[in-house]
């Protein structure tokens, strides 16, 4: 799924545990409904989408119900 106003890629925790990613620092976040959270960004993950790759971080929270 994308959020068209999204800043960041957000991955549900257990994908990072799964990945191994290392928690760096918190931020705050703001959701679509207008919530306010502080929230761990992990990383760094790197993505490749049909042979371009980016490394990146990636905020970390439970799995968002669609």
């Given at each position: ?5 999204a800043?960041?890629?957000?991955l ?27 929230i ?9 989408i ?11 929270g ?5």
């Amino acid at each position: 799924m994308v959020a068209t106003g999204a800043r960041m890629l957000y991955l549900p925790e257990d994908i990072v545990a799964k990945l191994g990613l290392t928690t760096r620092y918190k931020t705050r976040v703001r959701y679509a409904d207008g919530r306010r959270e502080e929230i761990p960004v992990a990383g760094p993950v790197t993505i490749t989408i049909q042979g371009r790759s980016i490394n990146s971080d990636c905020l970390v929270g439970p799995l968002l119900p669609v």
